[in-house]
């Protein structure tokens, strides 16, 4: 979006690759075409750029870690207290005293390994309910859109129920019936955003499903499943994708807020959102225990946010507003 | 226009009736034994069946599903039995009478919580969505008009972080930089609380000498004495009214920053869609200023979609307000939320997630309505 001024000029060739798109022909030509496209959108690369960035730190985790992310340092080094500020030897702090590039937190352990760990913790999080989500919103889409009137009626006035609650509070609620744990809190943000790929996913199957291959696929005898799957699917897949990616950036933030009020990742795990929630309260004393978790939480959404607009803007105009 | 407005009303019906059965079966299954958690040390096996007998909660939880030692256990032979004796008809019953419950961990009525915590509430956000708008529609306009300029660049670039950071951070960061950065200067602002310590003000009734006053008009005035800046201006106590608008900036701002990127995004995207349109180009054509080209012909066909972003904002700021609350240490409804999650209460949970739901789908109600009247195609189709 942001790079599309939206003129003529520029919104006639995506228009062209939808079609090669809709077609289902994804030749390596095809496929080559549409990487370019996606790498001539400026936010998209800058979005690529912070993913590959995260990856990068949540790989090398182990080695870009200074410290063991979970150990607290008091009694292992001499003088370690907790909520001591950073010390960066190249920046003035005395030799003599530990390096900590980001200090330590309450429980003197060092921040900076354990932002380093975070990323993994996000990461995983976000493409693990992302995925999740989008394996049973698909489903359901799939079902609603291919059969009777009723059952569709059906599945989508549920649909319409769960987005009728804001995800964040219906996600709390999940949450507190489940007992708060991270992998319940992935459940929890996972089910609330089902209804988002399954209307995209019924859109997909509503738009081919009175066209002519489709009906000729039919009359050949194909399954359901084989329609699905040869004609439907590749419909489907770049909208899955750009809202795919857009939800990786949400489901991370919800999960950081629900852990930030206590009810996800508990402690001594190392997650953004916990080391906030565990430290707010030492804003007016230690604030780099929060401005760090605090920034890489922004970028992370960030990035995925800016690669997600990207790819929407690169493959889809329709789908751009 | 009315046929419309019913229609639409008929649509949401099945919608409400599935968030109140949601709500419903959310709170049975939540785990911890509301009994323990009202008579505390004085809860034993005679006094829990009291208790659950008292409140219902021995009945069937739906028609041949009944509760025993925090486990749903199916009865099939009970069912018939059960099918209109159970705890949720007595539910909806309840509700036909506008009663959401009593409070089972304050013993309270729910809506007694309700109208309390309420203007809170009402006022941050509403504060927020102010910001969001003005400063949203102001940044998107001038970045569809100053198109690929610097100044649209930076502006997207501000809505792209403000839509990835995640309330509590930017909140607290505000936090930070106006009361420890800045305490000292000018533009300090207060990080938590809705007034001044130690600072003390008449309601509304109080002020206008009406203490004798009671029933409805009574519970309205005091309604809205709690938002302190509404009282402050009726009541022409403008301290109190500056003090409380001091404390509300920041809340809201962390609150309305998201929706204020949305609402920038989508101005900026469906004016630059509508500004290529050709009646833009025949305005211009016949000389009309480039204001009211702008404002006239683009602005107001652009509308649709920021309104509907609006509406949809709204059920954002509802979850954001249990953030944003938590934070800056302001008792609303995001608060009550928070703390009867934790405190297993969940007789006001249900009762706040069936307002919230409510809230919401009154919102797009509305949200569709305004479409009707922002164009007209919308009504005839």
């Known amino acids: 979006m942001t790079s599309n001024p939206g003129g003529a000029e520029s919104s006639l060739r995506p228009v062209v690759a939808a079609n090669a798109v809709a077609v289902g022909t994804s030749t390596t030509g095809a496929r080559r075409a549409s990487l370019r496209r996606i790498l001539s959108q400026r936010s998209a690369v800058i979005g690529l750029v912070i993913i590959g960035f995260l990856f990068t730190i949540a790989i090398g985790a182990d080695f870009i870690a200074t410290h063991p992310p979970n150990d607290t340092m008091l009694r292992v080094e001499e003088g370690?207290?907790?909520?001591?500020?950073?010390?960066?030897?190249?920046?003035?702090?005395?030799?003599?005293?530990?390096?900590?590039?980001?200090?330590?937190?309450?429980?003197?352990?060092?921040?900076?390994?354990?932002?380093?760990?975070?990323?993994?913790?996000?990461?995983?999080?976000?493409?693990?309910?992302?995925?999740?989500?989008?394996?049973?919103?698909?489903?359901?889409?799939?079902?609603?859109?291919?059969?009777?009137?009723?059952?569709?009626?059906?599945?989508?006035?549920?649909?319409?129920?769960?987005?009728?609650?804001?995800?964040?509070?219906?996600?709390?609620?999940?949450?507190?019936?489940?007992?708060?744990?991270?992998?319940?809190?992935?459940?929890?943000?996972?089910?609330?955003?089902?209804?988002?790929?399954?209307?995209?996913?019924?859109?997909?199957?509503?738009?081919?499903?009175?066209?002519?291959?489709?009906?000729?696929?039919?009359?050949?005898?194909?399954?359901?499943?084989?329609?699905?799957?040869?004609?439907?699917?590749?419909?489907?897949?770049?909208?899955?994708?750009?809202?795919?990616?857009?939800?990786?950036?949400?489901?991370?933030?919800?999960?950081?807020?629900?852990?930030?009020?206590?009810?996800?990742?508990?402690?001594?795990?190392?997650?953004?959102?916990?080391?906030?929630?565990?430290?707010?309260?030492?804003?007016?004393?230690?604030?780099?225990?929060?401005?760090?978790?605090?920034?890489?939480?922004?970028?992370?959404?960030?990035?995925?946010?800016?690669?997600?607009?990207?790819?929407?803007?690169?493959?889809?105009?329709?789908?751009?507003? | 226009m009315i046929r419309f407005i019913i229609r639409r009303l008929l649509v949401s019906i099945p919608v409400l009736f599935g968030i109140i059965f949601l709500t419903f079966l959310l709170a049975r299954v939540i785990p911890g034994d509301p009994c323990l958690v009202a008579l505390d040390q004085r809860a034993n096996p005679q006094s829990c069946a009291l208790f659950n007998a008292r409140f219902g909660l021995d009945k069937a939880v739906i028609p041949g599903v009944f509760r025993e030692d925090g486990q749903l256990v199916l009865r099939l032979e009970q069912l018939p039995a059960t099918l209109l004796d159970n705890q949720f008809t007595a539910y909806l019953g309840q509700l036909a009478r506008g009663d959401l419950g009593d409070s089972v961990a304050n013993r309270k009525p729910v809506t007694q919580v309700l109208l309390e915590r309420m203007p809170t509430t009402i006022e941050l956000t509403i504060y927020a969505l102010i910001f969001a708008i003005t400063v949203g529609m102001t940044l998107g306009i001038a970045s569809a008009y100053r198109r690929n300029s610097k100044a649209d660049v930076g502006t997207m670039m501000v809505a792209n972080l403000g839509v990835s950071i995640p309330v509590f951070v930017l909140g607290l960061f505000m936090a930070y930089l106006f009361a420890v950065i800045l305490k000292d200067s000018p533009i300090a602002l207060p990080p938590s609380g809705r007034l001044s310590a130690g600072f003390r003000f008449d309601t509304i009734p109080e002020a206008w000498g009406l203490t004798e006053l009671s029933g409805p008009p009574r519970s309205i005035l005091d309604f809205l004495s709690n938002m302190y800046t509404v009282n402050g201006v009726v009541t022409g106590q403008f301290n109190l009214a500056f003090d409380a608008f001091r404390h509300l900036i920041l809340p809201a701002i962390a609150l309305g920053t998201i929706p204020m990127a949305i609402i920038a995004r989508m101005t900026r995207s469906s004016l630059l869609e509508v500004l290529g349109r050709d009646y833009i180009r025949t305005a211009q054509a016949k000389g009309l200023r480039p204001r009211l080209v702008l404002f006239r012909h683009g602005l107001r066909n652009a509308m649709l979609p920021v309104v509907t972003v609006i509406g949809l904002s709204v059920g954002g700021l509802l979850s954001g307000a249990v953030l944003t609350e938590t934070i800056f240490g302001l008792g609303g409804i995001g608060l009550v939320v928070y703390e009867s999650i934790t405190g297993r209460d969940y007789v006001v949970i249900q009762g706040m997630a069936i307002m919230v739901a409510i809230i919401y789908v009154v919102v797009n109600l509305v949200v569709d309505i305004s479409y009707g009247f922002l164009d007209p195609r919308v009504r005839l189709s």
């Open chain 1, 80 to 321: 370690a207290r907790p909520r001591q500020a950073p010390c960066i030897h190249i920046l003035g702090c005395p030799a003599d005293q530990p390096q900590h590039l980001l200090g330590l937190d309450g429980n003197a352990r060092d921040v900076f390994s354990r932002i380093v760990h975070g990323s993994r913790t996000s990461l995983v999080i976000g493409f693990v309910t992302v995925a999740a989500a989008i394996v049973i919103g698909t489903l359901i889409g799939a079902v609603a859109g291919f059969l009777s009137n009723r059952t569709d009626g059906l599945l989508m006035r549920s649909m319409d129920v769960l987005l009728a609650f804001p995800a964040l509070l219906l996600a709390l609620v999940i949450v507190t019936v489940l007992k708060p744990t991270l992998f319940n809190a992935m459940i929890a943000v996972a089910i609330v955003s089902i209804p988002i790929y399954a209307r995209v996913m019924r859109a997909s199957v509503l738009s081919v499903r009175e066209q002519d291959y489709v009906t000729a696929a039919r009359a050949l005898g194909d399954s359901s499943f084989n329609i699905l799957r040869r004609r439907v699917m590749p419909n489907a897949i770049t909208p899955l994708i750009v809202t795919g990616t857009l939800g990786i950036g949400t489901a991370v933030l919800e999960v950081a807020a629900l852990s930030f009020l206590g009810l996800a990742a508990q402690p001594p795990l190392a997650e953004w959102g916990t080391m906030i929630g565990n430290e707010r309260n030492q804003l007016f004393s230690a604030p780099w225990l929060i401005i760090a978790p605090g920034v890489m939480l922004t970028l992370t959404v960030l990035g995925f946010n800016l690669l997600g607009d990207g790819l929407r803007d690169a493959l889809d105009p329709r789908l751009s507003r």
